[in-house]
């Protein structure tokens, strides 16, 4: 589908600017959702912002409901608190529709919310929300679902599988940490089939990333990525050595890996991704399906309200 028309962006920004209003919705299962959802309508009732209406939202079947509902009532801001999985649990129902998400991250990694440069404190989020302008973004899709920043295979796939809820609740972004180190010894690698435009690729492999914003937690994957320049970052760690993995994700966490010789990167509108074994999928830190999958690149598909800082890429490739 085409780019949203800069008028048309302009348009919702005026008009939600002028009438100040918001519905919130925020998820209680986030790491922090529970505990700042009061504070964040007394925070937006001091700017002077209207809440049309609040909901703290328990069950995830219920995120879904409370958000269609919104959009079928027609309203156009419609602010989501939650992690990276809140995020993209709700972003098929605002997938090319003049409707603007705001984001307040408060969940564990919050990778979405960082690409776009959104502060990760309360105060600093809804200023961006007030203040902020009205952008769109890609998202990806697997198959027919959206996502709003990265899909994994291998070790981060298989960490998600083991974290407790209780741990990343406590522990925050360490909480990842202490469960890779759980997961490290008994990890093994697979034979990982990358098809991109036609070209078919076969690594040995621990861990295959696709992003659509080029952030994975707290790390970008590729300084030059946006999740508005109309494209798939592909990260792949070519190696079957677990401790050369260990050592790639030492550089990867000190911003490094582009440069370390195990590292492929790719840049598609499209893949296909098929393992030996089969690998669980893990969709923005929730696990979803299996492999095989088709991921695809959703151009534009998505409004949201970003710093007025934000760069906006003029899609050159």
Known sequence: ?????????QLLEDTIKKESEVVLIVNTHSRKGKHFYAAAKDEFIKRGISIISSHLVQYPESLSEVVQDAINRGHKFIVVGGGDGTISSVVDYFAYKDVVLGILPLGTANSFA???GIPLDLKGAIDVIVNGKVIDVDLGKVGDDYFSNAVAIGFTAAGARNISP???RYFGVLAYVLTGI???FSLKPFE??????EKTYTINTHQIIVSNAGQF???ELDPDASPDNRELIVFAMDTQSRWQMLILWGAFLLKKSNIFYKSRFFRTKKILLEAEPPQIVEVDGELTTQTPICITLASGA???MAPTEFIICKYKR
Do not use: A, H, Q, W
């Open 1 to 9: 589908m085409e780019d949203c028309p800069g008028n048309s962006k």
């Open 114 to 116: 960082r690409s776009l």
């Open 166 to 168: 209780k741990l990343k």
């Open 182 to 184: 759980k997961v490290f």
């Open 192 to 197: 990982c089939t990358l098809t991109i435009s």
């Open 217 to 219: 937690g707290v790390t």
């Open 302 to 304: 998505l409004k949201v």
